[in-house]
């Protein structure tokens, strides 16, 4: 299928509508390509082409007792409308169920054969205020009633389009497209890292550095840590504001030796880190699911994580691919850290891991939203309930399949 078939709307294809290429975007993307599909990007919060971006993320508020999620709004223009009214693909794939969503359910009035399919990660009421907020929910229902098909990332998710936006049952499609590495990435060492002394266990950790995702706790666990047991090593990647603060932590807590802070790191470094390390420990304090998490998960690495994660109960099952743990309790974290380092724990460890990771890889992921793709172009998307698709994460307790 060429691009100029594409452009004159002779052959059905995807319009896939993402802010900017972050992951698992790409993975998804070149995975639904080698499954068959003909893909177009939209990057509408990045310049492209010479062009101004079609929109922003804009930031308010403050988040209460330091900790909580700011609302955040996505600002897009009458340019992107008319960029999907203008589009020839006969199905618009986005993530969001805001504006973007809205956008691109009313260009189904000037397209008569467009489809909307609109992918969602959890309930967005488990971010509080942010789930909640007056002024977003009329929008988000009124994007949905426009929308075809759904792919909801988990039961979760599921309930929310359900509960609280509307959605008929029908037109949801259960599937974890909230995808991981893909296999064929080709891992490397981050640069400029020392060298971890033999017999030293290694901890990974990674995200944006702010109050939210309780570095600072785990910081502190790494303290009751080499109290506890003896000398460990964490690696933190990525950076924010709270970078300087942290360091200070670490410092005034004598750590400063065991925690090393990396920086943003790529994916070839981020896997080498996670394949080099001996769990990855996600202490959140509020998230969906936390995509590091599932990164963690499909290069075989265990986690270890914040029971205030939409990742338990969904990706991560205590005892089996993962080891749940408050991290306000520093001594608690400190050993479910240590619990890792035990070879036996961690090779029963290591196996959970693998037997439920194959939902979690990109080419899982995408074929979930091909076939919502699928399901919307029939019928325009008018599905029966009785039997929906769900394509969850396999529980420790079924047979492989």
């Known amino acids: 299928m060429s691009g100029r078939q594409v452009r004159r709307g002779r052959v059905p294809a995807i319009l896939w509508a993402t802010r900017d290429d972050t992951s698992p975007h790409p993975y998804l993307v070149a995975s639904a390509r080698r499954a068959g599909a003909t893909v177009r990007e939209l990057h509408w919060a990045q310049a492209e082409d010479g062009r101004r971006p079609l929109g922003r993320v804009v930031t308010l508020g403050r988040r209460r007792a330091g900790r909580e999620h700011p609302i955040t709004l996505k600002v897009v223009g009458p340019r992107l409308l008319l960029g999907f009214a203008r589009a020839p693909e006969d199905v618009i794939v986005v993530y969001e169920l805001g504006l973007v969503g809205l956008y691109a359910g009313l260009s189904k009035a000037l397209r008569r054969r467009r489809r909307v399919v609109s992918l969602v990660e959890g309930d967005y009421q488990h971010l509080g205020r942010t789930g909640t907020a007056a002024f977003k929910l009329p929008v988000r229902r009124l994007a949905a009633r426009m929308v075809d098909v759904f792919v909801a990332n988990n039961e979760l998710a599921r309930d929310y389009l359900v509960g609280t936006l ?236």
Not at 243 to 261: N, T
Not at 265 to 287: E, I, N, S, W, Y
Not at 346 to 372: C, F, I, K, Q
Request: aromatic content about 4%; overall charge neutral; some cysteine.
């Open 166 to 401: 509307n959605v008929p049952a029908g037109r949801i499609v259960v599937g974890w497209w909230l995808a991981g590495l893909p296999p064929e990435l080709e891992a490397s060492v981050p640069a400029e890292v020392a060298p971890v002394p033999d017999q030293t266990p290694l901890f990974v950790s990674a995200g944006r550095l702010i109050p939210p995702k309780g570095v600072d706790l785990l910081i502190e666990g790494v303290a009751a840590y080499r109290r506890e047991f003896g000398p460990c090593m964490l690696w933190v990647i990525g950076d924010g504001p709270e970078r300087a603060a942290l360091a200070e932590l670490a410092r005034r807590l004598e750590v400063e030796g065991s925690v090393a802070f990396l920086g943003p790191v790529d994916h070839a470094g981020f896997k080498g880190a996670l394949q080099a390390c001996q769990a990855f420990v996600f202490p959140t304090l509020r998230d969906f699911i936390g995509r590091v998490a599932v990164e963690a998960l499909t290069t075989g690495t265990p986690v270890v994580v914040s029971p205030l994660t939409g990742a338990v109960g969904t990706i991560v099952e205590d005892g089996v691919n993962g080891i749940v743990v408050d991290p306000h309790d520093a001594r608690a974290l400190a050993a479910a850290m240590h619990r890792t380092t035990d070879p036996e724990t961690s090779r029963a460890l290591r196996e959970g891991v693998r037997r439920m990771n194959p939902p979690l890889l990109p080419d899982a992921g995408a074929g979930a939203v091909l076939r919502a793709v699928a399901r919307a172009r029939r019928r325009g998307g008018r599905i029966r309930a009785a039997h929906p698709n769900r394509e969850v994460p396999q529980r420790a307790n079924q047979p492989d399949p």
